[in-house]
């Protein structure tokens, strides 16, 4: 008989397939928009004073606030007065703190990053007192529910007690306390000062009128 020899099936074969790419390990930055360029032209200019005439004042009320106040925290300029409806803003400063160049190109910094800065909310007198008047009043709400708790399960029942009229009475004294002194409380706005960087003076608060838009 004739033998017939097979394969060796024990061998499996080697099947070389591709390798998956490698994952690149460098992360790809997030591509941020680029910040929109602000439009200027320098109408007049003379030694300690410059106007700009900004488009941009005209018609975004914020960057309007956000560069006036900006420029204002710096602490060589003496004026500033800003005039939306003309699209412009006038800014006084001390001829022996700076040259005019310099000066000049700082403000045009600041004219083209106004947009990227934060810049604290304004408050009023009104809007604090009335927070800390709001703060006294759910406490003494917290206070009545901890003891109207407590009443139901030593006796079983809601019972009014001598603390829940003292709580009571002094959460009517305060709200009217409230009332009168936010009607005789001007409505006058604050704002906390800026470094010249922009940033927010860390240092003790120091509250600082914040005048109406002036007429340039």
């Known amino acids: 008989m004739t033998s017939i020899k097979r394969p060796n099936s024990d061998k499996s074969a080697i099947v070389k397939l591709p390798l998956a790419p490698k994952k690149t ?7 941020t928009a680029p910040s929109q360029k602000i439009f200027y032209s320098i109408v007049h200019a003379i030694p300690g004073r410059i106007r700009f005439r900004i488009p941009l004042l005209a018609i975004d009320p914020e960057y309007a606030n956000k560069l006036k106040l900006v420029i204002e925290s710096d602490p060589r300029v003496t004026n ?5 409806k003309a699209a412009s803003i006038a800014i006084n400063y001390k001829v022996s703190a ?6 000049r190109e700082h403000l045009v910094s600041l004219i083209q990053t106004a947009q990227n800065m934060a810049v604290p909310k304004e408050v009023t007198a009104k809007s604090i007192v009335g927070t800390i008047f709001d703060a006294l009043i759910n406490l ?29 009475t002094s959460r009517s004294i305060i709200k009217r306390l409230k009332s009168a002194t936010m009607f005789i409380l001007p409505n006058k ?11 927010v003076n860390s240092q003790p608060l120091q509250l600082q009128p914040a005048s109406e838009t002036d007429v340039v």
Do not use: C, H
């Open 25 to 31: 390990t460098k992360s790809v930055a997030n591509k």
């Open 80 to 84: 500033v007065r800003a005039n939306p």
């Open 98 to 103: 700076i040259s005019d160049n310099q000066m």
């Open 140 to 168: 003494i709400d917290s206070t009545r529910k901890i003891n109207q708790a407590r009443n139901v399960i030593v006796y079983r029942r809601f019972r009014t007690d001598i603390w829940e009229r003292i709580l009571s």
């Open 189 to 199: 706005r604050w704002r906390l000062r800026l470094r010249g960087n922009g940033e």
